[in-house]
């Protein structure tokens, strides 16, 4: 049963097993959850302390092929939202705890590198 049952999330992810790299995690969880083989890289890792308890949390970004054929067992709902229909979703969707923490810290990251 998952942990965060009918809610919304904005990342794909899971924990990393031991002595896997964050992009070996990221890669797995990817082709677990949408059935896509993709080389992620890791943007940058923060202290999440939202949700159950402070963890370790690495944002990636992949380049991912438009069919995407999700696990239902892992996922009940998926789409593409513009960045601008997930700050609005962000505000009317309900979200992981997690979720709202790790948009906000990637288009910081974002704007820093521009």
Do not use: C, K
């Not at 963890?55 to 960045?83: N, Q, R, S, Y």
């Not at 997930?86 to 521009?114: C, I, K, V």
């Amino acid at each position: 049963m998952s942990r965060f049952s009918g809610l919304y999330e904005v990342e794909v992810g899971g924990a990393a097993n031991v002595g896997e790299s964050y992009e070996q995690a990221a890669a797995r969880e990817l082709a677990e959850e949408l059935g896509i083989r993709a080389l992620p890289r890791l943007l940058f890792t923060f202290i999440n302390r939202s949700g159950l308890s402070p963890h370790w949390l690495g944002v990636h970004e992949a380049v991912v092929p438009d069919a995407v054929v999700p696990d239902p067992d892992e996922v009940a709902w998926h789409g593409w939202l513009t960045e601008p229909e997930l700050g609005s979703a962000l505000l009317e969707w309900r979200f992981t705890p997690d979720s709202h923490e790790a948009f906000s810290r990637y288009l910081a990251f974002r704007s820093a590198q521009s």
